[in-house]
């Protein structure tokens, strides 16, 4: 498959500062491995490598508390050959190969199919309990759009929330892994701080560690490390209706191209097909697992009548991004604001037990999913693309790995296959720790690195400046970026975008360092890389689709930036 690099465009992204800051005391902090993020992807990785190397620092950095990511939020479940009787390998390799739409990488597709299970035999030894069988040992596997085999292992509709809770306890039992919770990384260490000019072409870019501001004290750190692996997740945020906790606003990946890292695949955003419908607005959207079509609910007008059929085969259970589009052309026909999820002919007491949560923020919003249609909506779910890494998980950048929903691995393509992304990040999490087994004592802690400037900045006098640039970013991304895109819609994104890219610019120069003037900044990278990506595929595949160019070009290729 050939790559292409698409050319630069208006985007040149602004030093970091580079000298010594005379108003804060600020820390330097030395790691063997900092990981950033503290979801399925970081502390995976945290506790594989605590075990190998137990005299090892372990720094764990997470932006909020460490329970809060989009793991934490995942509800179907985590996809895996497991009853061997049934399913194969090669089922799950071609189901996935599918929903990638000629994109993925089927030697990447291979590693994750056939691994898996063992990954998640490990998860299973560390204390999580996947839902059984009624009177039986054998785990309870559900189906999702776009698999041929039930193959989903879950537990109820808080899969996520059980994976959490078992990786923070395992890694609680290793004395060498310190979580720093409210750290916030700003930016990773490259030579360019250490005045050597950096541009996307050079050579031997290494990592050396990252800028982080300490939420509680104020204070922007030096963190030196000898390996530094991105676990940042996802960058829902970036749209406005999105099943995404707010945490997930694509600080990692805009960390990397900052750093000059390739960025790939960027322009294949999944929008999920049911997240609630809720007039009242919800940030984030509250999801309704595809498990539960999976069970056999149907989607339906607001009339009753299904219209699946008119879109794909396998009606409700098609692909996601299929799904979705199908939902968004039936509610721009009818002018309506949402379609439905029909789930009255399904037992209650089944219903409930698998979703006690959908169950129940339903009853929550007065509707009974026994006697009324769910109202649904498609919301932005999850970015395909991401930081370039090859089959070890290491990006273009010496020393910096990038695992879970913040890499580009090959294994989605143009389209994720529903509960591939737990697999994934358990996967690649194990080849990062393999891959830098051996190679700590090559990369030795950098001994001068200047400390963060702050000069000159004073603390921002209207936060009105950050918070609504945050919103017209999301209103731009949502109308002329969404699920159905077309040249001129792109192209008045990227004028929008350039404007608020410039005045954000203007603010960074001159305000101190907020949280949210940083999610800010990094969501117009992450907006500009799907646009940017998006404008330069002149075709429709997978979860890209473009009125101008409808059909599919007859080569494969992924958009690297
Ligand atoms: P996350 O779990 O998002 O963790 C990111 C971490 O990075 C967080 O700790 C965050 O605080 C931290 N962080 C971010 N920026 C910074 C920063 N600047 N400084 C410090 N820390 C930072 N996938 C499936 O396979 N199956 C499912 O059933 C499923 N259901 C889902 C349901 C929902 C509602 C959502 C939102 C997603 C779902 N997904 C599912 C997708 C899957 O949950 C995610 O892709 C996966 O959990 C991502 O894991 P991660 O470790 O890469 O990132
Ligand atoms: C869901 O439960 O529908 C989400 C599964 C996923 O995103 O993989």
């Known amino acids: 498959m050939k790559t292409k690099p698409?050319?630069?465009?208006?985007?040149?992204?602004?030093?970091?500062?580079?000298?010594?800051?005379?108003?804060?005391?600020?820390?330097?902090?030395?790691a063997d491995f900092l990981v950033l993020g503290s979801g399925i992807a970081g502390l995976t990785f945290a506790i594989k490598a605590a075990k190998i190397h137990p005299q090892r620092r372990i720094l764990v950095l997470t932006k909020t508390n460490k329970g809060e990511s989009n793991t934490r939020y995942a509800q179907g479940g985590v996809a895996a050959v497991w009853n061997h009787e049934k399913d194969t390998y090669e089922k799950h390799v071609a189901d996935t190969l599918d929903a990638g739409d000629g994109l993925c990488d089927t030697e990447i597709v291979k590693i994750v199919v056939e691994e898996g299970p063992q990954r998640v035999q490990e998860i299973i030894e560390w204390g999580a309990r996947f839902d059984k069988e009624k009177n039986s040992d054998e785990y309870d596997l559900a189906r999702e759009g776009g698999h041929s085999e039930h193959r989903i292992l879950h537990y109820k509709d808080l899969t996520g929330?059980?994976?959490?809770?078992?990786?923070?306890?395992?890694?609680?039992?290793?004395?060498?892994?310190?979580?720093?919770?409210h750290y916030f990384a700003l930016d990773l260490i490259t030579q360019h701080h250490l005045g050597r000019m950096v541009i996307r072409v050079t050579p031997g870019i290494e990592?050396?560690?990252?800028?982080?501001?300490?939420?509680?004290?104020?204070?922007i750190d030096t963190i030196v490390s000898r390996a530094t692996i991105v676990c940042t997740g996802g960058a829902g945020q970036v749209y406005k209706s999105t099943t995404n906790p707010v945490i997930a606003s694509g600080d990692g990946i805009a960390m990397a191209y900052r750093a000059k890292a390739r960025v790939s695949n960027m322009?294949?955003?999944?929008?999920?097909?049911?997240?609630?419908?809720?007039p009242a607005g919800e940030n984030p959207s509250f999801l309704v697992s595809e498990a539960v079509r999976g069970l056999g609910a149907i989607l339906k007008t607001a009339e009753g009548e299904e219209f699946m059929h008119l879109y794909d085969e396998r009606l409700s259970l098609a692909p996601r991004d299929i799904v979705a589009r199908a939902i968004d052309s039936e509610m721009k026909k009818r002018g309506t604001d949402c379609m439905y999820l029909d789930c009255r002919h399904l037992d209650k007491a089944e219903f409930s037990a698998h979703f006690p949560t959908i169950y129940e923020k339903c009853l929550s919003l007065g509707i009974d999913p026994m006697k009324d249609l769910i109202?649904?909506?498609?919301?932005?779910?999850?970015?395909?693309?991401?930081?370039?890494?090859?089959?070890?998980?290491?990006?273009?950048?010496k020393r910096l790995y990038a695992a879970g929903e913040c890499s580009s691995t090959g294994l989605h393509g143009a389209n994720r296959l529903a509960s591939n992304s737990l697999l994934e990040a358990m996967v690649f999490a194990h080849r990062i720790c393999a891959d830098t087994q051996d190679k700590l004592e090559e990369w030795p802690l950098r001994d001068d690195i200047p400390d963060w400037n702050a000069e000159g900045t004073t603390d921002p006098k209207e936060m009105v400046l950050i918070t609504q640039s945050i919103k017209e970013l999301k209103e731009i991304m949502s109308y002329y970026v969404g699920i159905v895109r077309s040249n001129v819609r792109l192209k008045r994104a990227l004028d929008r975008l350039y404007l608020l890219y410039q005045e954000t610019e203007d603010l960074y120069k001159t305000t101190s360092i907020s949280p949210q003037l940083m999610e800010l900044r990094n969501l117009i990278t992450i907006a500009y890389l799907i646009t940017r990506s998006a404008s330069h595929r002149r075709e429709s595949r997978g979860l890209h689709y473009t009125t101008d160019y409808p059909d599919k070009l007859p080569f494969l290729e992924n958009s690297v930036l």
């Open 161 to 181: 929330w059980e994976i959490q809770r078992t990786l923070m306890e395992e890694a609680r039992r290793y004395p060498n892994i310190e979580v720093l919770e």
């Open 267 to 278: 322009e294949f955003v999944q929008f999920h097909p049911t997240s609630l419908y809720n």
């Open 375 to 397: 109202p649904v909506v498609p919301a932005c779910h999850y970015l395909c693309g991401g930081i370039h890494v090859d089959a070890r998980g290491a990006s273009s950048i």
């Open 6 to 30: 698409l050319p630069l465009a208006f985007y040149t992204p602004s030093p970091v500062c580079t000298f010594i800051n005379i108003f804060h005391i600020m820390a330097r902090i030395q």
């Open 207 to 219: 990592c050396y560690g990252c800028y982080a501001l300490n939420k509680e004290n104020g204070e």
